[in-house]
């Protein structure tokens, strides 16, 4: 599992439970363990709101195959998919994270969604921002890439002000969509197995 803490938010690795609670609930709460952080009780545990909208629908449609690939793999890692948590009132925010762990030439694929009514406020930024600066510190990872469509204006200026670079285009049944990416140089990579300050692992937590 892996929490991430960023001036207004905590992103923490998906709970398989809490997965299955949305697939049959709609607005609920319920408690998720994380890192190490303000907002966190002394057992280390966050009561989280998860709201209606969260987490999209088309994160919500790939739901029952997350379910299916977790009780084969029970243990994800920190390649997986997020919840964004607001500090403010433990309010799911959004839903972004990892599609799968880094390949064979170091590249990873994030994902990234805020709830419709919250859009316009960064959150989005702030967490793509957060998630690629630590993948791009492990060492098996070179490159973090992302795709969005070119009819989604709002979604490219998330990438650009998180530091991506426009790589390509590749077309799709949805339309054209643009291939982005962001590298870290070999002075920004801290030694091996070193972690930002700002991340925290939470080793053998319950999913």
Request: glycine residues 8%.
């Given at each position: 599992m892996l929490t991430l803490e960023t001036p207004r938010l905590i992103f923490v690795s998906t709970p398989t439970s809490v997965i299955r609670t949305r697939l049959t609930l709609s607005d609920f709460l319920a408690e998720v363990v994380v890192g190490p952080c303000e907002t966190a009780g002394p057992d280390g545990r966050l009561t989280i709101h998860f709201p209606e909208e969260w987490p999209g629908e088309d994160a919500l449609q790939m739901f029952p195959i997350w379910v299916a690939r977790r009780e084969r793999s029970p243990d994800?890692?920190?390649?997986?998919?997020?919840?964004?948590?607001?500090r403010e009132d433990r309010l799911a925010v959004g839903s972004m994270g990892f599609k799968s762990p880094p390949d064979?030439?170091?590249?990873?694929?994030?994902?990234?969604?805020?709830?419709?009514?919250?859009w316009g406020r960064g959150y989005a930024t702030e967490t793509v921002e957060a998630i690629a600066a630590w993948a791009l510190t492990q060492p098996e990872v070179r490159r973090v890439t992302a795709e969005c469509l070119q009819r989604n204006p709002a979604s490219a200026r998330?990438?650009?002000?998180?530091?991506?670079?426009?790589?390509?285009?590749?077309?799709?049944?949805?339309?054209?969509?643009?291939?982005?990416?962001?590298?870290?140089?070999?002075?920004?990579?801290?030694?091996?197995?070193?972690?930002?300050?700002?991340?925290?692992?939470?080793?053998?937590?319950?999913?």
């Amino acid at each position: 599992m892996l929490t991430l803490e960023t001036p207004r938010l905590i992103f923490v690795s998906t709970p398989t439970s809490v997965i299955r609670t949305r697939l049959t609930l709609s607005d609920f709460l319920a408690e998720v363990v994380v890192g190490p952080c303000e907002t966190a009780g002394p057992d280390g545990r966050l009561t989280i709101h998860f709201p209606e909208e969260w987490p999209g629908e088309d994160a919500l449609q790939m739901f029952p195959i997350w379910v299916a690939r977790r009780e084969r793999s029970p243990d994800p890692g920190p390649w997986c998919d997020g919840v964004v948590v607001r500090r403010e009132d433990r309010l799911a925010v959004g839903s972004m994270g990892f599609k799968s762990p880094p390949d064979a030439t170091g590249a990873v694929e994030i994902g990234y969604a805020v709830n419709r009514s919250l859009w316009g406020r960064g959150y989005a930024t702030e967490t793509v921002e957060a998630i690629a600066a630590w993948a791009l510190t492990q060492p098996e990872v070179r490159r973090v890439t992302a795709e969005c469509l070119q009819r989604n204006p709002a979604s490219a200026r998330v990438l650009e002000k998180s530091g991506f670079q426009r790589v390509g285009r590749r077309s799709t049944v949805e339309g054209d969509l643009l291939l982005w990416e962001s590298r870290a140089s070999a002075v920004d990579r801290p030694p091996d197995g070193a972690l930002p300050r700002s991340v925290q692992r939470t080793p053998g937590a319950e999913h």
